[in-house]
């Protein structure tokens, strides 16, 4: 009896995963076939992750809220190349010139994503399709502006921009004098110190919301984390470890040595606190233990000699793995507050949510700004680590590539969350860096591999898309048909309540 | 007369305006005009059949086929085939040495119809299976056939990418240069059927050139496809398309006519590429059909159809207007702004606005 149910327990497990298995299966095969050294894919794996996962993590927004795929983010994409222009143009560089270039895109990328949302808000149902045929749209005054405005009506004279006829801009653009590598080179230590204010400040701003509000202010918890990072700011001033964190790339063998010895550090002096300081009530041991193994088995994988040697050529750039994270953090935390939550009705039911009195429309319109504004921002991380800028086709196929890997993560039209995503870009990127190499091993042609990329890529998605229909046709009742009739009465009453 | 103007739409308003002052611009810079409308009437002609490959399965209740390269790619193979089994010249060696007159006058032409005949029957009968599989797909995902037909024929082009890498065919014409396998990206029609359709029974007045041959082509399929309207499957389709509810009540299988219309757009798509190709010159494999869904869906909604609704004369209209824009917005841009690609952002702002403009339209459900 048991075992059924262990069997069953583990046949819907597989299941479930199903797209995820079919993934990694097919991406072993090819990495087998390319013959490629796994360190060599690794190291190029967390190149692209770094390059794009801000990306990827910007699609998640729009899905819980019920907009499916936003094939809109190549808006973003177009928003954040305006910006770059002028700040290539005025000769920007380093990081401030790549924050100057954000803080110019992001206004842009604001407003586009508003008019995408007001878009949408007018053909609720088909945002995909209209968000795929909005970026052919978009492209069309993307290449009036660059290839006729710029040079035309705005006076730029720039050789390195503009076609020397005096129209137009380039087709590719050299960064590697401006912003390459600007965010990537930034080190652990400049990044622990923004940290450290950035803490400070969310604090403050925190207990003096929290005080307006007349809510109870956790006054223990806000020093600890101050403390926390203060430690850490304190650590770096030792000067053998300055050092090792002052690197631009940091080895990843490293890397997770000694950040999994952190971690162990942290958890038991924080499960400590919590259990033995603060007597936290409800405080679930089980989850420390779990964190804690986690963390030593890592740290003991640096000293597996096979393990190390796949990820010795490895480096990482720790601030945009740092910025990933941070996205990563703040869509699971952004899900947490009211306007996470109104999202996720909106999703789930826009009758409902209506009903609830939540502005569905407004809701709808601040998830596209969200999602846009990443995406910019995204292509920005793309752009500095890439270091040429293919001024007509940079943007191109982001959605595309995006979103195919989304799903690859096994999301779906209408559930994704951060680890579908980073999970999704794992597996299609190491599919995407060895498929040449197996394709030209497995028939002598690099191109065949290469058009197989893409067929995965459009087909994971047209796939994807008809799974959704196919289920939605299979209860009419829930979205077409009668409209919305029945969830209402099903949910209503308790949402309602609420 | 608010509600004549409300029923044309804005965006069509602004099209017609467009293509009218494109006429004026391009008179008032002098340039060649019978020359630039005999251009615009080929390019309505080349490109009419595949618009025409939206009215069956817009009336059948598919909505827009943005997905016609499903059927593009077997007209393309059918052209392929064409060109390997050397049909065209094959004839013409035979038919020279004949003591026939009139396949003596007319071999070449006549051998070139052959060709192209040859090659749009095997497409359609390759595009009869896909079509087959399309509609069975179609049928299953209703309420968002757009947003997936579009993936599904991205798919279908990426797919036969890989196909057209690996195909041994041995005609000089078709592999590539420098290597043994493969199929080139542009395939010269010179030898098979290069403007067959607008050569025959042509004629000229100055520098005006009237394509009677694709003209009437256009016309007969045209015919064709009203005639299928009109019979009592084409207007039970019609009826399944307009409310499926009602029709199934009355006793019709809707997924049936569903079928049946993707099947049928499916088909008209293949011949369509072929037709348009030989008024080119050239086909384009791999992925020039890319976007060819999104051009017909564009140009039949310019010519007035909604996801629901089109005719003929939707196809007609649209299609001239369409073509005309682009034919016309070439020179006129050059004219202009020498030496930039203008004509690719028109085609990109109006193909995609229009579209956006239908979806708009039909969208944008109330949530109270």
Not at chain 1, 40 to 45: G, P
Not at chain 2, 45 to 68: C, D, E, K, W
Not at chain 2, 227 to 235: A, C, D, E, V
Not at chain 2, 286 to 293: E, R, S, T, V
Request: positive net charge; proline residues 3%; hydrophobic residues 55%.
């Amino acid at each position: 009896m048991t075992k059924k149910t262990l069997f069953s327990k583990i046949w819907s497990a597989l299941f479930d995963n199903k797209v995820v298995l079919f993934f990694v299966v097919l991406s072993g095969l090819a990495i087998w076939a390319s013959g490629q050294p796994l360190s060599f894919v690794v190291r190029e794996l967390f190149t692209r992750f770094g390059r794009n996962g801000f990306v990827v993590l910007s699609l998640i927004i729009p899905v819980v809220t019920g907009m499916g795929l936003n094939f809109g983010i190549v808006i973003g994409a177009m928003s954040a190349q305006v910006a770059l222009i002028f700040t290539t143009h005025w000769d920007l560089v380093g990081i401030g010139g790549f924050l100057i270039t954000i803080a110019l895109a992001t206004p842009i990328a604001t407003i586009l994503g508003m008019l995408v949302g007001l878009l949408f808000n007018r053909m609720k149902g088909s945002e995909m399709i209209g968000g795929m045929v909005l970026s052919y749209f978009a492209e069309g005054f993307y290449q009036f502006f660059f290839l006729f405005v710029i040079g035309g009506w705005i006076p730029i004279v720039n050789q390195k921009l503009i076609i020397s006829g005096g129209i137009g801009v380039l087709n590719t653009v050299d960064l590697t004098k401006t912003i390459k590598y600007a965010l990537d080179d930034v080190t652990m230590q400049s990044l622990l110190y923004v940290l450290f204010v950035a803490v400070i400040l969310v604090t403050v701003l925190t207990i003096i919301v929290k005080r307006i509000h007349k809510e109870p202010i956790d006054v223990f918890a806000a020093i600890r984390r101050i403390v926390w990072v203060a430690v850490l700011v304190g650590i770096s001033f030792i000067p053998e470890i300055g050092a090792w964190m002052g690197q631009k790339r940091i080895p990843m063998v490293e890397l997770i040595k000694y950040g999994g010895l952190a971690l162990i550090v942290y958890f038991v002096i924080d499960g400590f606190i919590n259990l033995f300081v603060a007597k936290k009530e409800g405080y679930r041991w089980q989850k420390l233990l779990k964190n804690v193994i986690i963390a030593v088995i890592l740290v003991g994988l640096t000293y597996v000699p096979t393990f190390a040697e796949i990820v010795q050529t490895t480096n990482v750039p720790v601030t945009t793995y740092g910025v990933i994270a941070g996205l990563w953090f703040f869509n699971n935390a952004l899900l947490k507050t009211k306007l996470g939550q109104n999202m996720r009705t909106v999703g789930q039911n826009r009758v409902v949510a209506n009903a609830a009195g939540i502005n569905v429309n407004r809701t709808r319109i601040i998830a596209m700004i969200f999602s846009t504004v990443l995406a910019s921002w995204g292509q920005l991380i793309y752009l500095q680590n890439i270091g040429t800028w293919s001024t007509y086709g940079s943007h191109v196929q982001i959605g595309l590539f995006s979103i195919a890997a989304l799903l690859v993560g096994g999301a779906s039209v209408q559930k994704a969350t951060s680890n579908q995503a980073i999970l999704g870009i794992l597996l299609f990127h190491s599919l995407f860096i060895v498929a040449p190499l197996a394709g030209n091993t497995l028939f002598g042609n690099a191109m065949i591999g290469e058009y197989f990329r893409v067929f995965i890529s459009y087909g994971v998605i047209a796939v994807a898309l008809a799974m959704h229909a196919w289920k939605q046709s299979i209860k009419p009742q829930l979205r077409r048909g009668m409209p919305d009739v029945k969830p209402l009465t099903a949910n209503s009453s308790t949402a309602l309540k609420k | 007369m608010k509600q004549a103007l409300k029923k044309f739409g804005l965006p069509r308003i602004i099209i017609v305006t467009f293509f009218i002052l494109l006429l004026v611009a391009a008179a008032a810079y002098g340039m060649d005009m019978p020359s630039l409308i005999s251009d615009v009437i080929r390019r309505f002609g080349m490109f009419g059949v595949l618009t025409l490959a939206m009215v069956p399965s817009v009336q059948a209740g598919v909505g827009l086929n943005f997905g016609i390269s499903m059927g593009v790619v077997g007209g393309l193979m059918g052209g392929v085939l064409a060109i390997e089994l050397r049909i065209t010249e094959t004839l013409v060696q035979n038919w020279s040495g004949s003591s026939n007159a009139f396949l003596i006058n007319n071999g070449p032409l006549l051998a070139m119809w052959v060709s192209i005949l040859f090659a749009i029957a095997f497409g359609v009968f390759v595009s009869l299976f896909t079509g087959y599989l399309y509609g069975f797909i179609m049928n299953r995902v209703k309420g968002s056939e757009m947003t997936v037909t579009t993936y599904i024929g991205f798919s279908m082009i990426a797919f036969m990418n890989i196909i057209w890498t690996i195909l041994p065919m041995t005609n000089g014409v078709l592999i590539m240069p420098n290597a043994g396998e493969g199929v080139r990206q542009m395939i010269s029609l010179d030898d098979s059927f290069r403007e067959v359709m607008s050569n025959t029974l042509s004629f000229k007045i100055g520098n005006f050139f009237f394509p009677t041959g694709l003209i009437l082509f256009l016309a007969l399929s045209c015919f064709l496809v009203y005639l299928f309207m009109r019979s009592k499957t084409g207007l039970a389709m019609s009826a399944a398309g307009a409310n499926p509810q009602f029709a199934k009540a009355s006793g019709i299988n809707v997924n049936r006519m569903r079928m049946t219309g993707t099947v049928l757009s499916t088909v008209i798509a293949s011949a369509g590429i072929l037709i348009y190709s030989q008024g080119l010159g050239f086909m384009q494999l791999y992925n020039g059909p890319l976007m060819i869904g999104f051009n017909a869906v564009a140009a039949v909604l310019i010519g007035g159809a909604t996801p629901k609704h089109a005719r003929i004369s939707h196809v007609l209209i649209g299609t001239f207007l369409f073509q005309g824009i682009l034919t016309l917005g070439l020179p006129v841009a050059n004219f202009m702004v020498p030496g930039a690609n203008m004509s690719e952002v028109i085609r990109l702002i109006v193909s995609n606005g229009i579209i956006l403009y239908a979806l708009t339209q039909s969208g944008g459900k109330r949530d109270d």
